[in-house]
């Protein structure tokens, strides 16, 4: 076994700095994530209850197999926006008799479980990871559709959750409803397009129009029971496939319809035996610096991540600023890119396509554990041919078939974020660390950009500058940059799956990699694009 060895002190100040400056963000963001836990708040968690109601995550407690994890994602959904954190919707993974399932749960707490913009969004990217990794797809409803005031962002996209519903079907990947409440308006197309549907006695409610509506499109005269209750639609219109008395017994009923679907993955669970990692994965919270300026050796991350912190490493001494190189993680194979020093040059990134191309070929999943600056400027390197080099390395990444799996440690800036597979370039889940920022380069750099811009404007205009008046302007800027660069904002806009825990790190990737092989995993054999040599 190759094991990698460890320089980290951990009696030293160094580490008890960088320590101590994770524990202060992860406790931010323990307060943030407790406001999607609070949902609507105690007012409307009471009156929920009060009905005889669960709330959402208890819901999906009931559902899931006793004792098994569940790995919510975008938990940070709305952050930063007008409307509530978690965005009146939970997300995630979980296992239903066995059977990894996506699950989706509105949270009725929170405007009646009415969909924002927001909502919408993390829905479609809930129906987008159970597409790509073939997961059944369990919906808990309870929503009185869209939020009104916010239709105009909802309503024409909207449309692409029941698309998915169908697409979902037509590829054979099972999709089940059920029902807690209100399922009104479009919203009445989730329990109609679905595969399986539950609805419960005196409490679901499923119609295109309630009766204030069918009176007024119609005049005719109705109520809830006989218009859309769950009675009806299990003797009369045929809607609902099973009928249940109460809310448990909804959530055995879906258990069981989980049971029966015969759904197989597409690969078995590793049958290597593995080991955890050599180190403590509490360790993990001292690497990373408070100041992302200050590198550091990602050997030391995927040490505490790795089985047995066994690691071959691919090119040691060729493009040392990214790392490269095999392993298994929860016994599944994968390679890993992990940034070193910060900038990718020629070498790094050549190194990275060939990396790349050998996992497709092995039909290896790859992690990305960003901490990059970007690709390297300046005269020497653009005569070097930076430029072509690292579009080869995106056009690997961009090409590459099998699954991708990206965590942002540290910074994650300029093309670097896609050359190491961020959002835009679809990896399967993107985490993130507190620790980590992302933008189009550090605030310090952008405002010194425009700072830059603006004098030689006024240069060529003979113009005096103000250098008052520019000072601020740089503090301004740099303080918008570094806001808009931390994770609780780009999380808040999906841009990442969830900021996790770095001693998560290796649970949650190993979730991951289960799901991932649901599906096949299968390399692009050919089919990149011209790489300019």
Not at 57 to 76: A, H, K, M, N
Request: proline letters at 7%.
């Amino acid at each position: 076994m190759t094991v990698l060895p460890t320089a980290l002190d951990t009696g030293g100040a160094e580490y008890a700095a960088h320590r101590d400056a994770m524990l202060a963000k992860l406790a931010e963001l323990d307060a943030e994530h407790a406001k999607a836990l609070a949902g609507g708040g105690p007012k409307y968690t009471e009156r929920h209850r009060g009905r005889g109601k669960l709330l959402a995550r208890e819901r999906i407690e009931l559902l899931i197999d006793p004792d098994t994890p569940f790995l919510e994602l975008s938990p940070l959904a709305a952050w930063g926006s007008d409307y509530p954190v978690g965005a009146s919707m939970v997300t995630g993974i979980g296992v239903v008799e066995g059977v990894e399932c996506l699950i989706t749960a509105n949270d009725p707490t929170v405007r009646g479980g009415a969909s924002n913009p927001w909502t919408l969004k993390k829905a479609l990217r809930a129906n987008e990871i159970a597409y790509a990794n073939r997961l059944p797809c369990i919906s808990l409803v309870e929503s009185g559709g869209a939020d009104l005031p916010s239709q105009k962002e909802i309503f024409i996209p909207g449309g692409a959750l029941f698309r998915d519903i169908t697409r979902l079907s037509a590829a054979g990947i099972p999709t089940i409803a059920v029902v807690f409440g209100n399922s009104t308006a479009g919203g009445a197309y989730v329990p109609g397009m679905s595969d399986h549907t539950v609805m419960i006695k005196e409490r679901s409610k499923v119609f295109l129009g309630g009766p204030p509506l069918v009176k007024m499109a119609t005049g005719e005269e109705s109520d809830d029971e006989s218009l859309g209750g769950a009675e009806m639609h299990a003797r009369t219109s045929g809607l609902a496939d099973h009928y249940a008395v109460d809310e448990p017994d909804a959530l055995r009923q879906a258990r069981r319809i989980v049971a029966r679907l015969n759904h197989r993955k597409a690969h078995p669970d590793p049958a290597v035996p593995y080991e955890p990692p050599k180190y403590d994965e509490d360790e993990l919270l001292g690497i990373v610096p408070g100041d992302l300026k200050t590198p550091f050796d990602p050997r030391e991350v995927i040490a505490r991540l790795v089985d047995g912190s066994d690691f071959d490493e691919f090119k040691p001494l060729y493009g040392p600023s990214l790392v490269t190189g095999w392993a298994r993680l929860h016994g599944y194979p994968v390679g890993i890119l992990a940034n070193a020093q910060g900038v990718l040059f020629s070498a790094e990134s050549q190194k990275a396509a060939q990396f790349i191309q050998l996992a497709n070929q092995r039909d290896i999943p790859l992690l990305f554990l960003h901490n990059t600056t970007g690709y390297m400027v300046g005269k020497e390197y653009e005569q070097g041919g930076i430029i072509k080099h690292g579009a080869m390395m995106i056009n690997a990444v961009s090409n590459s078939k099998v699954p991708h799996l990206s965590v942002l440690m540290g910074a994650s800036y300029g093309a670097g974020h896609y050359g190491m597979c961020g959002r835009a370039y679809d990896p399967r889940f993107l985490f993130a660390w507190p620790s980590a920022k992302s933008a189009v380069m550090g605030p310090q750099q952008l405002a010194g950009v425009l700072s830059i811009v603006a004098r030689a404007s006024a240069l060529a205009k003979g113009q005096p500058y103000d250098d008052e008046a520019d000072a601020g302007l740089r503090a301004m800027v740099e303080q918008q940059i570094e806001a808009e660069s931390l994770p609780t904002f780009l999380s808040g806009r999906l841009y990442d799956d969830g900021v996790i825990d770095p001693r998560d790190t290796r649970t949650v990737l190993g979730i991951c990699l289960s799901a991932v092989h649901t599906a096949p995993v299968e390399g692009a054999r050919g089919g990149f694009g011209i790489f300019r040599m």
